[in-house]
């Protein structure tokens, strides 16, 4: 009768250390994710500090559907940071030809990377760029308008965090 409780809180106390245990082998637990786009790491550098964060675009050479898409995604977020869009700069590692009377073309501007940096990015593929000139983030568009909108948004989100959250730029 006297090992009956001794039993009882043993079992209390190590249940939960044995689940959680077989919880994490089987990798059954997704860690909490607080950002939209895809994290780089290590993140990569550009050879010129940009003092600025920048949204970076590096679109095909022939702008096809996704990538019109992407600069008119890119562009309607920098408008929904507002007050904050001062802090924010976009830029494209190329300037490709644009079919669209959607994008201001004027507001396009063409940002000089090193041969080496040209090479670590992917097409049709938005970095996220800190001030520091680390290239930490990745949001890649599709040519699908809702399935676009919600990397928009994810952006937008992901943006106004760290302009909040940033001691720089």
Same mark, same amino acid.
């Given at each position: 009768?006297?090992? %009956?409780?001794?039993?009882?809180?043993?079992?209390?106390?190590?249940?939960?250390?044995?689940?959680? %245990?077989?919880? *994490?082998?089987?990798?059954w637990y997704q860690g909490a994710k607080?950002?939209?786009?895809? *994290?780089?790491?290590?993140?990569?550098? @550009?050879? *010129?500090?940009?003092?600025?964060?920048?949204?970076?675009? +590096?679109?095909? #050479? +022939? !702008?096809?559907?996704? !990538? $019109? &898409?992407? =600069?008119?995604? =890119? $562009?309607?977020?920098?408008?929904?940071?507002?007050? &904050?869009? #001062?802090?924010?700069?976009?830029?494209?590692? /190329?300037?490709?030809? *644009? $079919?669209?009377?959607?994008?201001?073309?004027?507001?396009?501007?063409? @940002? $000089?990377?090193? /041969?080496?940096n040209q090479q670590q990015l992917s097409?049709?593929?938005?970095?996220l760029v800190d001030p520091l000139g +680390?290239?930490?983030?990745?949001?890649?568009?599709?040519? #699908?308008?809702?399935? /676009?909108?919600?990397?928009?948004?994810?952006?937008?989100?992901?943006?106004?965090?760290?302009?909040?959250?940033?001691? =720089?730029?």
């Amino acid at each position: 009768m006297q090992k %009956k409780p001794l039993f009882i809180m043993l079992g209390l106390f190590i249940a939960p250390i044995l689940v959680a %245990k077989i919880v *994490l082998v089987n990798n059954w637990y997704q860690g909490a994710k607080t950002n939209a786009g895809e *994290l780089i790491t290590p993140p990569l550098s @550009l050879s *010129l500090a940009p003092q600025a964060w920048l949204l970076l675009y +590096n679109p095909t #050479d +022939n !702008c096809s559907a996704i !990538c $019109q &898409e992407s =600069i008119w995604q =890119i $562009q309607q977020v920098h408008t929904l940071l507002a007050s &904050e869009g #001062d802090r924010v700069q976009r830029y494209l590692t /190329a300037l490709p030809s *644009l $079919q669209s009377e959607r994008i201001d073309t004027q507001a396009l501007t063409k @940002l $000089q990377l090193s /041969a080496t940096n040209q090479q670590q990015l992917s097409s049709d593929t938005l970095y996220l760029v800190d001030p520091l000139g +680390n290239i930490f983030m990745r949001y890649q568009f599709t040519a #699908d308008k809702t399935a /676009a909108m919600k990397v928009s948004a994810g952006l937008l989100k992901d943006l106004k965090r760290l302009l909040k959250i940033s001691k =720089i730029g």
